[in-house]
């Protein structure tokens, strides 16, 4: 079992800045990348950034040169910084986990795992 514990949502006026944690815990044999994905309501789930176990990353259009991701692999931890916060950045925020666990000796499994989702809330 993977345990994905989110933390650092809130409301923020637009302009601010938010700092979201999310620590993963449990049965991981390595991790492959960490990321953040967002849901506004009546829209689709969507891909905020992206930071893989060699430090390389990716950021959706809308959130480049605002949003940060970084890791700190020690604890299994990622982080999202987010800087000049907008109205439209206003969503649920998940964590997700991309990571191997052990099947057997000397197979693993590529699997993912999500966390429970931190509410970001910006207001004009």
């Known amino acids: 079992q993977v345990q994905l514990v989110e933390s650092g949502g809130g409301l923020v006026q637009a302009g601010g800045s938010l700092r979201l944690s999310c620590a993963a815990s449990?049965?991981?044999?390595?991790?492959?990348?960490m990321a953040w994905y967002r849901q506004a309501p009546g829209k689709q789930r969507e891909l905020v950034a992206r930071?893989?176990?060699?430090?390389?990353?990716n950021y959706a259009d809308s959130v480049k040169g605002r949003f940060t991701i970084s890791r700190d692999n020690a604890k299994n931890t990622v982080f999202l910084q987010m800087n000049s916060l907008k109205p439209e950045d206003t969503a649920v925020y998940y964590c997700?986990?991309?990571?191997?666990?052990?099947?057997?000796?000397?197979?693993?499994?590529?699997?993912?795992?999500w966390g429970q989702g931190t509410q970001v809330t910006v207001s004009s």
């Open positions: 930071i893989t176990s060699g430090g390389a990353t």
């Open positions: 449990g049965s991981i044999f390595s991790i492959n990348a």
């Open positions: 997700n986990l991309d990571y191997e666990r052990l099947v057997v000796s000397g197979l693993t499994a590529k699997t993912q795992s």
